[in-house]
T-cell receptor, first 117, second 117 residues
Framework: EAGVAQSPRYKIIEKRQSVAFWCNPI?????LYWYQQILGQGPKLLIQ????????DSQLPKDRFSAERLKGVDSTLKIQPAKLEDSAVYLC???????????????FGSGTRLTVV | AQKVTQAQTEISVVEKEDVTLDCVYE???????LFWYKQPPSGELVFLIR??????QNEISGRYSWNFQKSTSSFNFTITASQVVDSAVYFC??????????????FGTGTRLQVTL
C-alpha cells in the first residue's frame, strides 16, 4: 500500500512570497489532516477535511493560510504571504473515517520542510 | 481542552540502559485514545502504539513497554536495553474517541532520546 505522498520535500522562500504544498493521501482514506511542526515542538493541527468538507480549521491562520481538497482526494495548502514564523515542517496525514479503529490508520507523510528567509 | 505534557526535553543514555519517557495528559473526555510516535532524524512520524482509555492493561512489544495509569493521567513509555537506533524524538499524543469522524491528535512537545555507545 502506498503511503501518504507530499511534495515538495523542501522549500526555501523569501518572506512575503507565496508557497503551496501538495498532499496525496492513502487511497480510500476519507479524512485528511494538515499539521504544522515548528522546530522543537510537537505537530499542531491546522486543518482537517472529511472528504472535501472542512471539519476543523480553528487553528488555521486564515488571513494567510488556505487549504482545499478538491474531489475529496488530493489536497493543497497555501501560504500567502509567508512570514518568518511560518518556517516549519508541514505534515499531511490521512485516516479512515468512522469508528474508533480509524486512528490505527492514521498515517503521516514525510512532510515538507519550509524555510522562510 | 486537551493537553499533553512531556516534561523531559532531552534524555541521554548509554546503549543497553533502560530508559522511561514520561507523558502526562489532560482531557475532559471520558473516552479517549493515547498514542506514542517516534520521529527519527529523517522526519517522518512512526506510529508505535495506541491505547484506549478504558483499557489500563500494560503492554509489552519486544523491548518496548507502556504503563497506562488513568488515576495519574500518565502514559509512560519504557525502552529496555536501549540501542543506538532508538535515538529519535518521541511524541506522546491524545485524541478523542469519537464514533463518527476520525479525531485530530494533540501532541506533546516531544522528548529527544540520544543513545550512545
Amino acid at each position: 500500500e502506498a503511503g501518504v505522498a507530499q511534495s515538495p520535500r523542501y522549500k526555501i522562500i523569501e518572506k512575503r512570497q507565496s508557497v503551496a504544498f501538495w498532499c496525496n493521501p492513502i487511497s480510500g482514506h476519507a479524512t485528511l489532516y494538515w499539521y504544522q511542526q515548528i522546530l522543537g515542538q510537537g505537530p499542531k493541527l491546522l486543518i482537517q477535511f472529511q472528504n472535501n468538507g472542512v471539519v476543523d480549521d480553528s487553528q488555521l491562520p486564515k488571513d494567510r493560510f488556505s487549504a482545499e481538497r478538491l474531489k475529496g482526494v488530493d489536497s493543497t495548502l497555501k501560504i500567502q504571504p509567508a512570514k518568518l514564523e511560518d518556517s516549519a515542517v508541514y505534515l499531511c496525514a490521512s485516516s479512515l473515517a468512522g469508528n474508533s479503529d480509524s486512528n490505527y490508520g492514521y498515517t503521516f507523510g514525510s512532510g515538507t520542510r519550509l524555510t522562510v528567509v | 481542552a486537551q493537553k499533553v505534557t512531556q516534561a523531559q526535553t532531552e534524555i541521554s543514555v548509554v546503549e543497553k540502559e533502560d530508559v522511561t519517557l514520561d507523558c502526562v495528559y489532560e482531557t475532559r473526555d471520558t473516552t479517549y485514545y493515547l498514542f506514542w510516535y517516534k520521529q527519527p532524524p529523517s522526519g517522518e512520524l512512526v506510529f508505535l502504539i495506541r491505547r484506549n482509555s478504558f483499557d489500563e492493561q500494560n503492554e509489552i512489544s519486544g523491548r518496548y513497554s507502556w504503563n497506562f495509569q488513568k488515576s495519574t493521567s500518565s502514559f509512560n513509555f519504557t525502552i529496555t536495553a536501549s540501542q543506538v537506533v532508538d535515538s529519535a524524538v518521541y511524541f506522546c499524543a491524545l485524541s478523542e474517541a469519537n464514533t463518527g469522524t476520525a479525531s485530530k491528535l494533540t501532541f506533546g512537545t516531544g522528548t529527544r532520546l540520544q543513545v550512545t555507545l
